[in-house]
């Protein structure tokens, strides 16, 4: 199992919040709780053999 933990800014407050794209692989839509105001971020990426290759936020 492979974790690609990724640290991106949350559009609402600011702070850094974390994604778990958790054994995700190739082209991930998904929505993340935002660890610090608890909104939904919706989240595109795109991962390749483990690495995250891409990854786009938006509110
Ligand atoms: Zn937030």
Do not use: H, W
Request: net charge negative.
């Amino acid at each position: 199992m492979q974790y690609n933990p990724t640290t991106i800014m949350c559009p609402f407050c600011g702070s850094d919040t974390l994604v778990i794209l958790d054994g995700e692989e190739g082209e991930v839509e998904m929505v993340s709780d935002c660890e610090n105001c608890c909104r939904p971020i919706s989240v595109s990426a795109k991962v390749d053999g483990g690495q995250v290759e891409f990854i786009e936020i938006s509110a």
